[in-house]
Nanobody, 115 residues
Framework: QLQASGGGLVQPGGSLRLSCASA??????????MGWYRQAPEKQRELVAN???????NYADSVKGRFTISRDNADNTVYLQMNSLKPEDTAVYYC?????????WGQGTLVTVSS
């Protein structure tokens, strides 16, 4: 239902912007939380950033000041702007949209930070 894109190979200190859009219409989208998770090799999936339905943003301590989550209501797309990337940011990034009634995940997009 969700399509994530924008991953790739970037050098340390570089930037990437991830996008997450719905492949179809989603009922109640205006009330959904939207977020980005990541999973590095041999590590558990962790929440990177989320955006509540009223616009509150929350970030993992490891990305505060470097990553920004945003939402474009016109085309129902959520973005994750990632700046000052570090090798430890290397992971598969997943988007998730959820509410008390629905829970959607994207397929994941690989971000590799390496020189």
């Amino acid at each position: 239902q969700l399509q994530a894109s924008g991953g790739g190979l970037v050098q340390p200190g570089g930037s990437l912007r991830l996008s997450c859009a719905s492949a179809g219409s989603i009922f109640g989208i205006i009330n959904m939380y939207m977020g980005w998770y990541r999973q590095a090799p041999e590590k558990q999936r962790e929440l990177v950033a989320n955006l509540t339905h009223v616009g509150t943003r929350n970030y993992a301590d490891s990305v505060k000041g470097r990553f920004t989550i945003s939402r474009d209501n016109a085309d129902n797309t959520v973005y994750l702007q990632m700046n000052s990337l570090k090798p430890e940011d290397t992971a598969v990034y997943y988007c998730r949209w959820w509410s008390p009634w629905n829970d959607y995940w994207g397929q994941g997009t690989l971000v590799t930070v390496s020189s």
